[in-house]
């Protein structure tokens, strides 16, 4: 909180302000590329962002055969390619199939005052075993406002 204080000739006068910074979407931490089994388990993709205020999601896929990097968004609803939440922070691929070996995915953050895309990860499906096979641990980062 800050204190305003304005004087003229015959009066000074003092009031109170909160000072509210906004700013555009910045990645902090991109989603990591994954090779896992196909068929069973789940893969996540996870995007760390920071804004004020807070940004939407939106998860986008290219498939390996779009050579003009082209990107299309993510629905919410299960299909035979994919399925899961996409309209957050995390993307959540459940039972990833062998039609997404090669399969990139990357989010747009979005706020009233920019948007930021995140670096692209790509999927790869291997055998019929279900289990991830190799996962990344992302840094976790926190702003603190003093």
């Not at 109170?16 to 979407?25: D, F």
């Not at 939407?56 to 299309?72: A, K």
Request: net charge neutral.
């Amino acid at each position: 909180m800050f204190r305003c204080s304005a004087t003229n000739l015959t009066t000074t006068t003092s009031r109170a302000i909160t000072l509210h910074v906004n700013w555009r979407p910045q990645i902090i931490s991109h989603p990591v590329s994954v090779t896992c089994g196909s068929g069973g388990g789940e893969v996540r993709l996870k995007v760390v962002a920071d804004a004020n205020p807070a940004p939407s999601y939106q998860w986008q896929e290219s498939p390996p055969w779009e050579s003009d990097d082209r990107w299309w968004n993510c629905r919410n609803v299960p299909t035979e390619i994919h399925g899961g939440v996409v309209n957050r922070d995390t993307l959540v691929l459940a039972g990833p199939q062998s039609q997404q070996n090669g399969y990139r995915y990357r989010c747009v953050v979005k706020n009233n005052y920019g948007e930021a895309i995140s670096e692209p990860a790509e999927i790869t499906i291997v055998g019929n075993d279900p289990i991830v096979t190799r996962a990344v641990v992302q840094p976790f980062y926190h702003r603190v406002d003093e």
